[in-house]
C-alpha cells in the first residue's frame, strides 16, 4: 500500500495559492483514482482507493503547513506503510515553475512542512515530489510569492507540472521509480544568447570574438 501527502495550508484563502500545489496535485490523482477526499481522521482529510491493485491513501493535512509532521506521524503510525511507500508532494521556491523534481530520499531543505514531518517521523529515506513554483520577483516578498495565486501563463505552467507531479505519483505506485526521475528530473537547458550578441558581449570585454561557422 501507498499513502501520498500532498502539503498544503486548508481553508478557502489558500485554496489555489502556490503553497498548495501538493493539495491541488492530490485532487488530480484522486480526480483520476476516483477517490473521494472527505474522510476525517489523523488531523487530516483523507480518502482510500486501489491503482493496478495496490491500495492508495491519498491525505491532505489539516494541521497548517508548518505542523505536517503530526498528520503523517498518525497516518503512518495506523496504515504502517514501508519508509518508500509514503510519498510526500510539496511546492518548492529552489526549483524552476513549471518544473518537477523526485527524490527517493535526502534532507528537508528549507522547507517548514517537510521540516516537520522529517522531525516528527524520525527519518528522511521516503520518496518526495517536489513541485517548481519559482522565486519571488520584483518587490513580492518570499510570504507574498507562496501564499500568492498564479495567474495567467505561470498559472497554465504550474497546472502542467502538477499533472506532470500526478504521472510522477502513479509510476511510483506501480514500482517504477527510475522511470519517473529519469522522465522527469530534466534540468532545464539555459537560454542560449545569439551569436551576435555573444560576440558583441565578447569585444566589450576586449576578447576577440569567434570567428561565426558557415
Not at 502542467?160 to 522522465?183: F, P, S, V, W, Y
Request: with cysteine; proline share 4%.
Amino acid at each position: 500500500m501507498y499513502i501520498i501527502v500532498g502539503l498544503g495550508n486548508p481553508g478557502r484563502e489558500y485554496q489555489n495559492t502556490r503553497h498548495n500545489v501538493g493539495y491541488m496535485t492530490l485532487d488530480i490523482l484522486a480526480d483520476r483514482m476516483n477517490i473521494e477526499i472527505k474522510r476525517h481522521n489523523f488531523r487530516a482529510v483523507f480518502g482510500e482507493g486501489c491503482l493496478g491493485g495496490t491500495k492508495v491513501v491519498l491525505a491532505k493535512p489539516e494541521t497548517y503547513m508548518n505542523l505536517s509532521g503530526w498528520s503523517v506521524m498518525e497516518l503512518c503510525n495506523w496504515y504502517k506503510p514501508e519508509h518508500d511507500q509514503l510519498i510526500v508532494i510539496y511546492d518548492d521556491i529552489d526549483i524552476p515553475l513549471g518544473t518537477i523534481r523526485i527524490r527517493g530520499n535526502g534532507s528537508a531543505g528549507t522547507h517548514n512542512g517537510m521540516r516537520n514531518i522529517v522531525y516528527q517521523l524520525g527519518y528522511d529515506d521516503f520518496p518526495r515530489i517536489r513541485v517548481g513554483i519559482g522565486r519571488a520577483d520584483g518587490e513580492r516578498t518570499l510570504v507574498s510569492h507562496v501564499l500568492g495565486s498564479p495567474e495567467g501563463e505561470e498559472r497554465d505552467m504550474l497546472i502542467r507540472a502538477m499533472n506532470d507531479a500526478a504521472d510522477a505519483a502513479e509510476l511510483m505506485i506501480k514500482g517504477e521509480m527510475k522511470e519517473a526521475q529519469a522522465r522527469f528530473n530534466k534540468k532545464t537547458k539555459k537560454e542560449k544568447k545569439p551569436k551576435e550578441q555573444q560576440r558583441e558581449e565578447k569585444s566589450a570585454e576586449g576578447e576577440a570574438p569567434a570567428p561565426e561557422e558557415a
